[in-house]
C-alpha cells in the first residue's frame, strides 16, 4: 500500500510561510547568503537542515529555500514547496564546466538538462523514456535579460544533470560534450520534469565552480560568496518578474 500524504513532512512550515516564487540551493550557506539579499528574511524552516527563509526583494514575497544534493532531495523539497503555496522555482546552483573558456564564477543558463534514465526519473515517469526536462520559457527568458543587461560572462546551453558526483571520467566529459553538452550539476533535470509535470514554472542559472576540462580547482561556498550575491540579485530581479498565474 502506497503512503497517502497530506501534506508537507520534511519542509516544516504552514501555507502562508512560503511565497510564490522560490529561489531554491542546494547548498544552505548559499541558501544564507542569497536570503541575505530579501528585505525581513524571516526562517520558516530548518528541519534537515533544509534552511527556508522567506522574506520580500522589492516589496514582492520571496522564498529562499535549501534543496540539498541530488534528484531525491531536491524533488521532495519542491514537492513540498509548491504543497505550501510555491509557483516559481528558480535553482541558483553550481556547475562544472565541460568546455574550455569558462571560469569560477561564471554563469551557465540551462535551456534544458539530459539525464540517465531510471530511478526516480521512472518511478515519475513510469515509462523507460526520457521525457523533456527544460526550464519554462517565460522564466528563462527573464534570467537570460537579467543576465545580459547585467555585464557578466555567461553561456545559455543545455548541461547534464548526473546522479553520481566522483562518477565523472573523461569518457563521461567526452560522451556529453559529443551531444553539445556545455556543463554538469546534479539537480536541474529534476526540476524541469517534475515543474512540468505539477504545472510550476521553472528555471536555473548556475555558477561554474570548478571544470572538468581545465585545471581551475574546486570553489567553496566562502570562496564564491562574492559570485553568489552577484547572481542571486540577478536571479531575485528575475524571479520577481516572472507572472504568477
Known sequence: MGLVMVGPVIIRAKKGDIAERVVVCGDPARTEHVASLLENPKLVN????????????RGIPVTVATHGIGGPSSAIVVEELAMLGGKVFVRLGTCGAMVKGLGIGDIVIPTAA?????????????????TASA???EVLNVIVNEVSKSGVKYVVGPVVSSDAFYAEDPEFVRKWTSRGVIAVEMECATLFVLSLMRGLKSGALLLVSDSLVEELGFATAEELRHYV????KLVLEAITKVKVD
Open 114 to 130: 539530459a539525464y540517465n534514465q531510471g530511478g526516480l526519473y521512472y518511478q515519475y515517469i513510469k515509462e523507460n523514456i526520457c
Open 229 to 232: 550575491e552577484r547572481a542571486g
Open 135 to 137: 526550464p519554462h520559457y
Open 46 to 57: 530548518s528541519n534537515r537542515g533544509l534552511l527556508t527563509y522567506t522574506g520580500t526583494y
